[in-house]
């Protein structure tokens, strides 16, 4: 889920809290608070854990959804950045730049030689896996779908699922087949 990690930071500074003492307070990981403040995304739990030791709602400690989306490089630097993050939420335009970032590049990496195509690859393959695997979730689809990339027409499909627009259901913490 996303969360406002400024609003954590100017709450926790007001009160002259260390991130040590505001994980010992809400009983959560130090590196769990570490990450809260460094990216905008934090478990259902978390948020409520932090909400709890602040003593305001769970809906001021998120951010206000944006109906506009960010520049496509604010998207793909997101993504970026987020490399290592499989649980939040991504939406299509999100996806979309990274996915039209990540063809490109291999394509310029391809005519320059095969050998920067195969590096440029696997450098990028965790940060695509992580915003398809954000984007089926948002789509209220299976995460398992990616192992259809693996299968020469089966990645069509999961390129048909990862078009589809968001759910409305709550966010989902494990997926299931």
């Known amino acids: 889920m996303n969360i406002n990690s400024d609003k954590v930071k100017q709450l926790r500074a007001e009160r002259g809290w260390s991130q040590e003492q505001l994980s010992e307070l809400c009983g959560l990981n130090l590196r769990t608070i570490q990450r809260v403040e460094a990216r905008d ?18 809906d001021s400690l998120q951010h206000p959804v944006a109906n506009t989306p960010r520049s496509a490089a604010a998207s793909v630097l997101s993504t970026l950045k ?6 939040s939420h991504s939406g299509r335009y999100e996806f979309w730049w990274f996915f ?20 440029v690859a696997i450098i990028l393959l965790v940060p695509f896996l992580a915003v398809s695997t954000r984007r089926l979730r948002d789509a209220g689809q299976s995460i398992w779908w990616q192992w259809l990339y693996l299968v020469p ?3 069509l499909l999961v390129l048909y699922f990862l078009a589809m627009p968001s759910s409305e259901r709550a966010p989902c913490t494990r997926s299931t087949l």
Not at 41 to 53: G, Y
Not at 100 to 116: N, Q
Request: glycine fraction near 4%; proline fraction near 2%; aromatic fraction near 10%.
């Open 82 to 87: 987020n490399f290592d993050d499989f649980q």
């Open 41 to 58: 995304s934090a478990s259902p739990e978390t948020i409520k854990a932090l909400a709890a030791v602040f003593a305001v709602s769970v």
């Open 100 to 119: 039209v970032f990540f063809v490109l590049l291999l394509a310029l990496a391809e005519t320059l030689h095969l050998m920067l195509a195969s590096v």
């Open 153 to 155: 027409i089966g990645g």
